[in-house]
């Protein structure tokens, strides 16, 4: 097989945080024949130099510095750079497995054909897998151009939409440019590609990592420029027309009509009234039906029309949460649908502090999911008059973006409400001037907001940072969990340990415990703090019980989980845990120490020493008795 020269094109525009894995898993890849071209989209943030760096230590990486002008315009940039037989496109905050390029290369060279396709794998930056948007799976096979664009009316669609799975030959691109200037610049251009190629090859392995930043929250305004995904669909239909392609034409038609009518759902018309009526007026000319297929296109809509079900959806939910809200009430806003438990059970406990600190109050829970979608129409249901919840957690700063995100989303929404945000770390990496700066004008434009912090290192980082703004200390809120839970007798021991990017426990580590465990006879399994299913208010407290009771039903926990931690306190089970590189294990565990049951360790030197003493542990752990009036004060405004 030839060793040919593959141009890899990656598009930059901040995303430091992000940048360094891209690179890395690029230059790692088993095909080294590769050029990889850094485009830098007028970046204000970090990645320029970043770019320069990888420049200078690898000659294979080229960087180009460009005004902004949006994703298309850095590809077709690339696209002119490219000296490579072959073109892959890579999103700067995504990365790739290190055979990717080898693979798909040896599919398209052992075929002959122009373009490979290879699947995708959708993760959170935390690792977790997140559902695919495709509903059918990827599969080997060797597609003609007329069976790759069937393939675009078909669920498994983004696969094949999407312009970064795949390998292209140089050539297709001679006469293809991505729209500048647009968004939904893939289905512009992609019906255009498979035109081009003779022959297309399929591989069914996730070769691509497609990282979900911002766990698909904070779209609640729906953008007008989605209109350009309207006319990508009308491009489609009048390509297909051209091609005489029927059943493309019938779906893209579909696919124009339904998002048109999703658009004048969702935009602000009286703002938009030029741009909607002309999409109107451009969808109505473009009506390819008569008589004879009203009933298909009837049946397509009973079908598919998923934005019609999900208003449905939200009418339901609005109806049953907010039916004769009439008296002012307390409002936990953007609450987790996933299945880390330790962020649900953070959700439970704050249910059951609210509900003891106002009885009388009804409490109202939007789900994230919901409050993403239709942000601005449950706005209309609150008023100023209802207190804003912010759950708990990990999420003040940048060790989770998007969740930082998230929060300052819902206090601008809400900044003339009271706001108290339930205990949270605070944790800023070097080089966040910027979002730190944000994120002061966001929290001193609140007219009320408190804000709790849960480790004394994260209270006095938010007190130096953020003088301005109402902060306190206190506990975790799952420490004021009391689990009411069957005795069983304990056996064994329960690991838990992080595979995300707070992950501190080597391999060896881990590998060392389990062989002192096994060498002295002592049984133990595997668990974790996070589930893969949805969790949300209908099924939280019966997942949280269920994994109590695992927890209880242990003689011994070692973790590097905060969360499990603190399920081995509320649940009375001795635990080792080790501390992570944001130190908020060991600062919660500062709020516990005197429990001898618990220990935290900063390594993992002695390990075994500790299992064997602390499966001899006789010490009763005392209940931790959690601050609740602080937490009525602050609530009750007498702080």
């Known amino acids: 097989m030839v060793n040919e020269l593959i141009s890899i094109i990656v598009p930059v525009y901040n995303v430091e945080r992000f940048l360094d894995r891209c690179i890395k898993s690029l230059m790692s890849q088993t095909y080294q024949n590769v050029e990889i071209i850094l485009v830098d989209d007028g970046s204000t943030d970090n990645c320029p130099q970043i770019c320069d760096d990888f420049a200078k230590k690898d000659t294979r990486i080229r960087a180009i510095h460009k005004a902004n002008g949006g994703l298309s315009s850095s590809r077709n940039v690339g696209i002119d ?110 019906h255009h590609i498979f035109d081009s190629c003779s022959k297309i090859v399929s591989i069914k392995e996730d070769l691509y990592f497609y990282v979900q930043r911002d766990n698909s929250i904070m779209h609640s305004c729906f953008s007008v420029k989605r209109i350009d995904g309207v006319y990508a669909f009308l491009d489609r239909c009048n390509y297909s027309k051209r091609k005489n392609l029927k059943e493309l034409k019938f779906q893209s038609y579909c696919q124009a009509y339904s998002l048109a009518m999703t658009c004048l759902r969702y935009c602000d018309f009286y703002k938009n009234k030029k741009k909607l009526k002309k999409m109107v007026r451009d969808v109505v000319k473009a009506d390819l039906f008569n008589l004879r297929n009203i009933k298909l296109f009837a049946l397509y809509f009973k079908k598919k029309a998923r934005t019609s079900l999900s208003l449905m959806k939200f009418k339901l939910y609005e109806f049953k949460t907010f039916h004769r809200k009439k008296e002012p009430g307390v409002v936990l806003v953007a609450t987790p649908q996933h299945g880390n438990l330790g962020d649900q059970a953070i959700v439970a406990a704050e249910y059951k502090l609210l509900h003891n600190i106002f009885p009388e109050k009804k409490i109202y829970e939007i789900p994230n999911g919901y409050y993403s979608a239709y942000g601005d129409l449950i706005k209309k249901h609150i008023t100023e008059k ?119 426990v080597a391999n060896e580590v881990k590998k060392q415990i389990a062989d002192y465990l096994t060498q002295n006879g002592v049984e133990y399994k595997e668990s974790s703090t996070v589930i893969d299913k949805k969790v949300n208010k209908s099924n939280r407290e019966r997942e949280l019980k269920s994994k109590f009771e695992d927890f209880s039903s242990s003689e011994l926990v070692i973790t590097d989980r905060l969360h499990a931690m603190i399920f081995a306190a509320i649940t009375k089970t001795p635990c080792i845990a080790f501390d992570n590189s944001s130190k908020k294990v060991s600062g919660v565990y500062d709020w516990i120490k005197d429990n001898k049951t618990i220990l935290c360790l900063d390594d993992a030197d002695k390990i075994a020493d500790n299992i064997y003493r602390m499966l001899s542990c006789d010490a009763k752990a005392d209940d931790f008795v959690y601050p609740t009036e602080e937490v009525r004060n602050i609530l009750n405004d007498k702080n």
């Open 386 to 504: 209802d207190i804003i919840v912010i759950d708990g957690g990990g999420n003040l700063g940048t060790l989770w973006e998007w969740e930082d995100d998230k929060i300052t989303k819902i206090i601008s929404d809400y900044k003339n409400n009271k706001i108290v945000i339930f205990p949270q770390t605070c944790f800023y990496e070097e080089n966040s001037a910027s979002r730190i700066k944000k994120n002061k004008i966001v929290y001193e434009s609140a007219k009320d907001l408190t804000v709790m912090l849960r480790e004394k290192q994260s209270y006095a980082l938010f007190q130096n940072l953020f003088p301005n703004t109402k902060s306190i200390l206190l506990p975790d809120i799952v420490l004021s969990l009391k689990p009411q839970i069957k005795n069983k007798k304990r056996k064994g021991v329960l690991i838990c340990f992080r595979n995300d990017r707070e992950r501190v």
């Open 81 to 190: 750079a490219a000296k490579g037989e072959y073109i892959s496109f890579v999103d700067s905050d995504d990365y790739v497995a290190a055979d990717m390029i080898e693979r798909a290369y040896r599919a398209i060279a052992s075929q002959n054909a122009d373009l490979c396709i290879f699947g995708i794998k959708w993760i959170y930056e935390n690792g977790a897998v997140y559902d695919k948007v495709a509903s059918s799976p990827m599969c080997d096979e060797i597609l003609t151009k007329s069976q790759a664009l069937d393939k675009l009316s078909r669920s498994d669609y983004f696969y094949y939409v999407t312009s970064v799975n795949k390998l292209y030959k140089r050539t297709i691109f001679d006469n293809i440019r991505f729209p500048e200037g647009k968004q939904h610049e893939d289905e512009f251009t992609v």
